[in-house]
């Protein structure tokens, strides 16, 4: 809604506002831009112009959506949903991801689903074999391996030190 407002308020034509994107009917001026530009900064947005950057965003953003908020990861490979999802060769996804970013897809999904397993293993009744399960790992060993790797704690580590914390906070 702010970003129609602020559009109309430069007198800019748009076809389509969707999240993250906006297709305008006509060109837009460098003062157009510029004005739009600190707008959306205010309100704690930004104007990206750059393709890559604005396909990495995409990129973070299936990624996000599918760890964080459905209800089970999907069913076939991560890169062919996320290519699927986008409409772009992964290989081109992965590369450019990479040159953006400066990490692989695989990391980056790696980082979420260890982030994912957290917040499982804090705020869920699951147990660790569920919550493998639930994140398509291959096996309760290779979540814990994954997990030690990327937090330099075990699962079950990580779980007795958040819950020493929330009993502590509670006493306070």
């Known amino acids: 809604m702010l970003v129609k407002v602020e559009l109309e308020k430069l007198g800019l034509r748009h076809r389509t506002i969707e999240l993250g994107e906006v297709e305008l009917l006509e060109d837009i001026t460098p003062s157009q831009r510029e004005q739009l530009n600190r707008s959306l900064k205010k309100a704690g947005l930004e104007l990206m112009d750059d393709k890559k950057a604005m396909i990495v965003e995409k990129i973070k953003g299936v990624i996000i959506e599918m760890i964080h908020y459905a209800d089970e990861p999907p069913l076939t490979k991560y890169s062919v949903y996320i290519s699927e999802k986008l409409n772009y060769d992964y290989t ?9 970013r ?7 999904i790696i980082i979420h689903k260890i982030e994912r397993v957290k917040e499982l293993l804090v705020y869920d009744d699951l147990n660790l074999t569920e919550i493998a399960y639930k994140l398509h790992y291959s096996s309760v060993s290779h979540l814990s391996n994954q997990f030690k790797k990327t937090t330099g704690l075990t699962p079950s ?5 958040k819950k020493k914390r929330f009993k502590n906070l509670d006493n306070l």
């Open 157 to 161: 580590h990580f779980k007795k030190l």
């Open 102 to 108: 400066g990490t692989t897809i695989e990391q980056y």
């Open 92 to 100: 081109y996804l992965a590369n450019l991801f990479s040159e953006v």
